[in-house]
Each structure stands twice: as C-alpha cells, then as structure tokens.
C-alpha cells in the first residue's frame, strides 16, 4: 500500500501537472473568461488525493495505491518509453512527485534551522535548486537509456521535453536565489544600521560607516562584424560605465546588438566548416549566442559598486539573465539533440553502404 506521505506528495504534484494542462490548453483560453478560469485554477489547487488520481491516473484508487510500490521501480526511460503495462502518473507528474520528495525534507530543516523569513527563504530556493539540477542530471542520463525501450523514439520525445522544461527551472530558480540573497543583505544592513543607531543614541557618539569599494574587473572589446556606429559609441560608454547608467530597456537594446554580431560571425564560419551539417551549426551558434549575452551580463555585475544603489543595479542585472540563462539552457539542449540526430543518421548511413559493399 501507499503512505499517507506519498499521497500527499502525489497530490501536490498532481495538483501542479494539472495546474500546467489547463494553464496551457487552448480549448480553455478560448472558451472561458479570466475570471472563470481564475476559479477554475483555484479549484485544481484544492483537488483532494482521489480527485488528483481519478484524473491523472485511474478511477480505481484502490488498484493504484496497490501497484504503486511495483510502478517505483521503472526508471524514467521505461515509463517514457512504456506501452501499456502498470498504471501510473503521467512522466511529468511522476518527475513532479520525485522533485517534491527530495524538497520535502530539505525545506522542512530550513523552517527549523533559520530564524529569518527570508533566511528561509534562501534556504527554501536553495533545497529546490538541488533538488531540480538532480532531476535534470537524472533525465539527461536516462535518454541514452531510451535506446532499450519498446518506443525509443517516443521515450526520447518525452524527455527531451521534461529536460527543457527543469533546464528552464533550474536557471529560473538561480535567479530566484540571487534576488532572496539580495533582499536578505538589504535585510541584514537594515538590521546592523538600526543596531548601529541604538549603540550610538545609548553611548551618544556617532559612528561613520565606511562602504566596501569593490574593484571592477576589465572588459575586453567585442570585435566587430556588423557595425552600427551609433550603437558602437553607446556599447563603449555602457561597457566602460556600467549598466547602472543606463535603463534597463536600453541595455536590453545593446546585449541584442552584441549578440546578433556574435551569432552572426559565428553562423559565417557555418558556411565555410565541414565538421557539422549547417542545421546543427546554426543551433550551435544560437546557443553560444545566449552564453555569450549571460558573460557580459555577468561581467557587469562588478561594476553595481560604483552605483548609489548597488542592490537595484544587481536585481537589474538578474531580471536580463532570468531571460538569456532561460533561452542558454533551451538552445543547448536543442543543439544536443539535433547533434544526436545527425550522427544517428550518419551511423545509419555508414550501415547502409556497408551493406552494399
């Protein structure tokens, strides 16, 4: 049978895939109102275990919770590539189940341990980091497995996609750390700036705080391929200021600029290489692209120091990375996969002219 812990696991996690069906679904988006739908999520987020169940699984709950302890046992690859055979939650929902199970516990000892609320925080996006880098490295190794199942190619689909989908969670979550981390140091000054107060009224002398003075790491120049000179003279004065002299739209403006060469200077070498197909080449280029964006970006996170707000310029920063590491990790893995295609084909033709011979 099933413990009462793993029911609420499961419906938690039932909770969320369903939660990201309706979310998503088209029939819903056209036919029901923003408030309608507004209660509509509302009601999937109060779904009782039976309900969770019922709609992801079986009706028969009882045939379910006795087979449960066998359905653990597969691993992702099988239950992706699966036909038929024991019933249980769909892969998303089942790698939902597993990413909870191994937050559980973490988040738990956070609540325990620190004393802050935003403390707990950090700690909380911290055990969620863990827990979804694990769930990534687990459905990376199981695709290779995908080759031993009864629909390779459907197993291979399938987590390909849950592999973009906690890729794109787990960077979400970094930045999530980084903007707690931030809020925590604002807390924490806030806290010694009062303590300081205190001392200083209770002795009645003041104290001069003197601020850190970070030092700011040199950039190199990016060598030109397409050149606008207006936007040249502007990536100069930001790349030499820092992003805090500028607003955020702007700069957006500018990383686009500097990727759009990048990509283009690499998708020219494209055309002269033998080593990959174009198409993969290409993909390659898209994804050194946003790596590149998420380098200058991070370069530029030394240069806050010499801002009147160093935190506002570091959440700056971070709400541009949210994006670029988002479409980094989407763009890799595509590349990856579409590497994988190509020396599949290429095996396959090998075979088959070998054949011949």
Request: charged residues 30%; hydrophobic residues 35%.
């Amino acid at each position: 049978m099933i413990s009462d812990y793993d029911r609420r696991l499961l419906t938690e996690a039932g909770r969320e895939y369903i939660l990201e069906v309706t979310s998503r679904s088209n029939y819903i988006h056209e036919n029901l109102s923003q408030p309608d739908r507004e209660v509509l999520y509302e009601k999937v987020m109060n779904l009782s275990y039976q309900e969770v169940i019922a709609l992801t699984v079986t009706e028969d709950i009882r045939a379910f919770e006795t087979s449960f302890s066998k359905f653990l046992k597969y691993s992702l690859a099988a239950i992706a590539g699966m036909v038929g055979g024991i019933a249980g939650p769909p892969i998303t929902m089942f790698i939902l189940y597993l990413y909870r199970k191994a937050t559980d516990r973490c988040v738990r000892e956070c609540f325990a341990k620190m004393k802050m609320s935003k403390e707990r925080k950090v700690c909380r996006y911290q055990c969620q980091l863990a827990a979804a880098r694990k769930m990534v490295n687990e459905i990376r190794s199981q695709i290779s497995k995908c080759g031993t199942t009864k629909k390779p190619q459907q197993c291979e689909k399938k987590l390909e996609k849950e592999l973009v989908k906690w890729s794109k969670r787990v960077q979400s979550i970094t930045i999530k750390i980084r903007q707690a981390q931030l809020d925590l140091e604002v807390q924490r000054r806030k806290l010694a700036d009062k303590q300081a107060k205190q001392k200083a009224q209770a002795l009645r002398a003041s104290y001069d705080i003197s601020n850190l003075n970070m030092s700011l790491v040199k950039e190199e120049d990016v060598e030109p391929v397409k050149i606008d000179p207006k936007k040249e003279k502007m990536v100069r004065t930001v790349m030499y200021l820092g992003l805090w002299a500028v607003p955020v739209p702007f700069f957006n403006d500018l990383v686009n600029y500097m990727v759009k060469k990048y990509s283009f200077a690499c998708a020219s070498k494209c055309l002269t290489q033998k080593k990959l197909p174009k198409a993969v080449c290409y993909r390659q280029c898209a994804y050194l692209g946003s790596k590149y964006a998420n380098d200058v970006l991070k370069k530029q996170l030394s240069k806050c120091s010499k801002s009147k707000d160093p935190v506002k310029c570091k959440r700056k920063i971070y709400s541009l990375m949210d994006d670029w590491k988002q479409r980094e990790a989407e763009r890799k893995i595509k590349f990856e996969s579409s590497l994988r295609d190509a020396l599949r084909k290429a095996k396959a033709k090998n075979a088959k002219q070998q054949g011949k011979a």
